[in-house]
């Protein structure tokens, strides 16, 4: 798990350097557990609620990751200060080819969504606008 996350925080290291994204992270004390799952899948999935969080954010912000667990599942949370959506937008994020970016294809967090569940988990967003988002993934415990 924290080499997948590692990963992907190494590939967005220069956006974030770029846009004067200060990116945290905090994790469970657990020394180490493996989330079972197709990784590149699940890389697919964390890359996207990467690239939407350093999207949301045009001017200088903060991206932080929190994985907590308990017993039998392991949350992973990415919350952004960003521009946020309204109630309008947010009840729309799983509908086919819905967007609001200029180059979206609508279908990231639809995909991502797909992908989670048939993993047993669940992707939770929640936002505010003009106050960020947050995605949760839930999944299943190794």
């Known amino acids: 798990m924290r080499k ?8 967005f290291s220069s956006e974030f350097n770029l846009k004067g994204i200060v990116y945290t992270e905090v994790w469970s004390d ?14 697919q999935v964390f890359i996207n609620l990467f690239k939407n969080a350093v999207e949301s954010i045009d001017r200088t912000g903060k991206v932080h990751l929190t994985v907590s667990l308990t017993d039998e599942k392991v949350s992973i949370r990415i919350t952004d200060n960003g ?7 947010l009840k729309r994020i799983y509908e086919p080819f819905y967007t609001t970016k200029e180059n979206g294809t ?5 995909i991502s969504q797909k992908i989670i569940q048939d993993h047993g988990g ?12 947050s995605a949760e993934v839930v999944l299943p415990k190794k």
């Open 4 to 11: 997948l996350i590692d990963n992907i925080t190494l590939l």
């Open 30 to 43: 657990e020394p180490d557990y493996i989330l079972n799952g197709e990784q590149h899948s699940l890389k």
């Open 83 to 89: 521009s946020g959506m309204p109630p309008e937008n």
């Open 106 to 110: 609508g279908l990231g967090l639809l």
């Open 122 to 133: 669940a992707l939770n967003i929640t936002s505010e606008s003009d106050k960020g988002t």
